[in-house]
Nanobody, 120 residues
Framework: QVQLVESGGGLVQPGGSLRLSCAAS????????MGWYRQVPGKQRELVAA???????NYADSVKGRFTISRDNAKNMVYLQMNSLKPEDTAVYYC??????????????WGQGTQVTVSS
């Protein structure tokens, strides 16, 4: 079945770095964009960074200058390099991919999430 698998989360001190990886199944075809969302208890899931099939990127204001999203189309993978991490970056990070159906309705695919904890 359709599968997205994240890895790379963990515990890091403030100011540290982590790199998240997401492997996408080839069963996800005609993907328009892939990206990363994060969620903390009691809050909505928010977009962190996204990259289109054409290479265009978009970042949340809170992570601009600190996080970098990249992709490897040959391996169907997307990465998130996170530098200068802050306690407020603590969240469950989810890999996302989406496409459009015949009616241009967005169809999303999600990974299971990986925990990132920034604490001393």
């Amino acid at each position: 079945q359709v599968q997205l698998v994240e890895s790379g989360g963990g515990l890091v001190q403030p100011g540290g770095s982590l790199r998240l990886s997401c492997a996408a199944s080839r069963s996800i075809f005609s993907v328009y964009a892939m990206g990363w969302y994060r969620q903390v208890p009691g809050k909505q899931r928010e977009l962190v960074a996204a990259i289109t099939s054409g290479g265009s990127t978009n970042y949340a204001d809170s992570v601009k200058g600190r996080f970098t999203i990249s992709r490897d189309n040959a391996k169907n993978m997307v990465y998130l390099q996170m530098n200068s991490l802050k306690p407020e970056d603590t969240a469950v990070y989810y890999c996302n991919a989406y496409r459009r159906d015949y009616f241009s309705t967005r169809i999303d695919y999600w990974g299971q999430g990986t925990q990132v904890t920034v604490s001393s």
